[in-house]
């Protein structure tokens, strides 16, 4: 995915679960436009993709979600997957400036440094705990604040497969969720049902974050 100057998105790549947001789930092999009344009619100033899910948050703070939604990874509170952008309404009242996408989980960031995570509670990648090794993963079917990071002012999320990471104002990194791999960067192989700083680095050099 990529946001264009004048706020329209564009996307490319697979499209097997509609995450490309055309309306179909035919791949395209270069760049193409989605259709700006998806957003209903609004500019895009980020984007954020997963394994087969996509969002977006719009100049005046609305989400949207589109692709698979499975594991309820669009916030919708369903389980259909949609090949248009759709607004995630349970955050209407927020202001979204940013978000990421795993595998099955989402995340979505508040322009007052609040964030949101729902979709597959596996490893607890969401932020809302997780699910015991072995046992079936349970979803959290709409965005939920994650209430472990109120007492920091996030500026920026990042989402890898099974596993989710933010940044302070302050520089500070906190990750949380699958850690078997020590993609955590707390050194030790485990997973974290709650965020835990990355330590032995300057701050400043976490600039810019990825999962």
Known sequence: LAVAEDGSVLAWGRASRGQLGYGDTLPR???????????????????????????????????F??????????????????????QVETLSREVIVAGAAGCRHMLALTDCGMVFGW???RFGA???????????????????????????????VAA???HSMARTDAGVVLG????LYGQLGVSRASV????????GH???AYLPLCA
């Open 160 to 162: 890898g497969h099974s």
């Open 29 to 63: 092999a270069s760049p193409t436009l989605i259709q700006k009344a998806f957003f209903k009619n609004s500019r895009v100033k980020a984007v954020w993709a997963g394994h087969s899910s996509s969002g977006a948050a719009t100049e005046d703070g609305a989400c």
């Open 126 to 156: 969401h932020g809302g705990g997780a699910s015991a090794i072995g046992k079936p993963a349970v979803e959290v079917r709409s965005p939920a604040m994650i209430a472990s990071l109120m007492e920091h002012n996030i500026i920026e």
């Open 192 to 199: 974290s049902r709650s965020q835990g700083s990355s330590d």
């Open 119 to 121: 979709g597959s509670c």
């Open 65 to 86: 979600t589109w692709g698979d939604g499975s594991a309820f990874q669009l916030g919708t509170g369903d389980t259909k997957a949609s090949a248009i952008p759709r």
């Open 176 to 179: 949380w969720g699958c850690n």
């Open 202 to 204: 300057d701050p400043g």
